[in-house]
């Protein structure tokens, strides 16, 4: 889980940078429209739906903005949630492979070790900012 939860937290960072790089000014280049457009309808099957549904029709247009800048706006907080279950499934059940070969020769206990370490980075980091503020 810890591998698939990372995968997926790397997509969905790439995801939203894209979208927020296609949206500067409130304005999307026919570029990045192009370029979307080429990538979901690679997608066997249901790609041409796909196309349809993200640029509301056939075209780009002001539901087309609307609709990026409201998946530019949520996708950071689906993002956090992600991070948080990826620490929380490091944390319980290690680091592992995609193969799913077990590592069991050596292994290190790793939940409260790294579990302090985080909490300590995590308020050095508060105080750091509240000295700056």
Known sequence: IVWNVGVLLFLLMIITSFIGYVLPWGQMSFW?????????????????????WVWGGFSVSNATLNRFYSLH???PFILI???IAHIIALHE???SNPIGV???IDKVPFHHYYTVKDLFGVIILLI??????
Do not use: E, M
């Open 93 to 95: 059940d290690g680091s």
């Open 102 to 104: 077990r590592s069991d």
């Open 73 to 75: 706006y949520l996708l």
């Open 128 to 133: 750091g900012l509240c000295v700056l503020a």
């Open 32 to 52: 990045a429209a192009t370029v979307i457009t080429n990538l979901l309808s690679a997608i066997p099957y249901i790609g041409d739906d796909i196309v349809k």
């Open 81 to 83: 949630a992600l991070a």
